[in-house]
């Protein structure tokens, strides 16, 4: 039996950049769930995994620390129902995603979403989830940036393939 397209893509990791609030080593397996500031969402390349965490860690390693400040809560969704805290203006972060977006070019990624709210449509935020602590005017350090990955049979599980302790 000849091996499909199909079950080529079902094999592919797909990967997410984020900024992981709780301290999560490189390996540590979670949830969704877990607070989080994506910077840009799930995306696939044809780079090895090997060769992603290369590339990530090569573009990404002279970042720098930085804070966000917690601002207004909204709603988002395509039905406006999910509560999420919205990040107040923060060039640093900005900047961040854009690096994010020309890596993405570099590294001939896809999306792995429908919409992916990248770019001018960009509006860094935390889901608010049930149990979870966070006010507006709070202010977040920022001392990594995660390389998420999953495999695309959606099992929940994630992963952190790559981690960067900002200096």
Do not use: C
């Not at 199909?6 to 990791?13: G, H, I």
Request: glycine share 6%.
């Amino acid at each position: 039996m000849e091996v499909t397209e199909n079950v080529k893509k079902a094999d592919k990791l797909r990967y997410w950049l984020a900024l992981m609030p709780e301290d999560m080593p490189v390996g540590t397996e979670f949830q969704p769930g877990r607070l989080h500031v994506t910077i840009i969402p799930w995306f696939v390349s044809n780079l090895s995994e090997p060769g992603m965490i290369n590339s990530f860690t090569d573009k990404f390693a002279k970042i720098t620390k930085f804070n966000l400040t917690i601002g207004a809560k909204a709603m988002f969704g395509p039905k406006k129902d999910v509560s999420v805290s919205l990040i107040k203006q923060s060039q640093a972060l900005l900047t961040l995603h854009q690096l994010s977006l020309d890596w993405f070019e570099e590294i001939s990624a896809r999306w792995a979403v429908k919409n992916a709210h990248a770019g001018p449509d960009y509006r860094p935020h935390i889901r608010r989830r049930q149990g979870t602590k966070i006010k507006t005017g709070q202010i977040i350090e920022i001392n990594s940036i995660s390389l998420i990955k999953a495999a695309r049979h959606e099992d929940g599980k994630r992963a952190v393939a790559a981690k960067i302790n900002l200096k």
